[in-house]
């Protein structure tokens, strides 16, 4: 499979590309600089350059014209409103619009539990980047496109732990980045999981034994 992921120097889009290499993929990515283009050569990869902000749908879609599927990865992490806005939302409708251009149905997108952390009333910022992810979620969920809306807990760097909860509906507490990016890689290699918003939490399912059980009857 061939995967591009949007956010692909940050912290879950760096072992996503990993994981999928490791996977036998061919994975290649959006980063904003030069050096992190060549950084990311000498490990097989390859980024093409542009900013999430300004590309145009076009111009992001010749960027991923050979691509299976996409991963989109990226988030301001904090950088205020407006970056919130433009990256959290804005980013996710401008790459349904390039997925469209690119003929690339499949897309994965990393999104968040829509209560997360709503009772330390952590005030304006997060309740903007909040609202940004819903909106997001449901662009992509009435884009028509092969979606899956991937929303893990709190992200911690801990070495993956390999086991997870994942479902439409689960507990949020906490789940390494790691496991984020090994239950995505699993769950853009399975065909069946489609149109399906997932919560991921730490848990004790197996990441596979997990993506299995959330394939729906057909
Ligand atoms: N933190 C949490 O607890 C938590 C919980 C649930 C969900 N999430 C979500 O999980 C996702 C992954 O989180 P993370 O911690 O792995 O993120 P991260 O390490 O902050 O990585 C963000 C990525 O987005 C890229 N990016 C930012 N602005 C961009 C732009 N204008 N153009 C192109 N790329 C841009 C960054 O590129 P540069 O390297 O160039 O900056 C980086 O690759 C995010 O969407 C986040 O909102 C986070």
Redesign the pocket.
Known sequence: MRVFI????????SRLARTLQERGDTVSG????SD?RERLRTAGIEARVG???TITPDDLAGLMRDVDAIAF?????GGGHDATS???RD?VIKTITAARIAGVARIGL???FPE?WRERNLGAGFDHYIAM?KEADIALTQSGLDWIVLR????LDDPGRGTVALGPAELHGEIT?QDVADTLAALLHEPRISRQILELNHGDAWIEEAVETNIRAA
């Open positions: 949007i956010g692909i120097t940050g912290g879950v889009g959006l980063v904003r600089r992190q900013d999430l902000t990865t990226a988030g301001a992490g433009a990256i959290d980013g990393v999104s968040v997360a992810k893990p807990a709190v992200l980045r």
